[in-house]
């Protein structure tokens, strides 16, 4: 069963906050999880190993990234 385990939140250009450490109620997680679902269809994520995960953050933060975003 897949769980929240850390939140990261992007405040601006390279200013970033991770959230860990915390525990959800399970009303909490059936709110989180009832937001997410209506929203599935849009944006992206990307699931794999810790390392896939860094390596996609740090892409999407990357100038190749947002230089391949202005030309879609």
Same mark, same amino acid.
């Given at each position: 069963?897949?769980? =929240?385990?850390?939140?990261? #939140?992007?405040? !601006?250009?390279?200013?970033?906050e991770l959230w860990e450490g915390f525990s959800? +109620?399970?009303?909490?997680?059936?709110?989180?999880?009832? =937001?997410? +679902?209506?929203?599935?269809?849009? !944006?992206?994520?990307?699931? !794999?190993?810790?390392?896939?995960?860094?390596?996609?953050?740090?892409?999407?933060? +990357?100038?190749?990234?947002?230089?391949?975003?202005? #030309?879609?």
């Amino acid at each position: 069963m897949a769980s =929240i385990n850390r939140i990261i #939140f992007k405040h !601006g250009e390279d200013d970033f906050e991770l959230w860990e450490g915390f525990s959800l +109620s399970a009303e909490e997680k059936r709110q989180i999880t009832e =937001i997410l +679902s209506r929203h599935e269809t849009g !944006g992206c994520s990307v699931r !794999g190993s810790k390392t896939d995960i860094l390596e996609e953050i740090q892409y999407l933060n +990357s100038n190749m990234y947002k230089k391949t975003v202005r #030309f879609l």
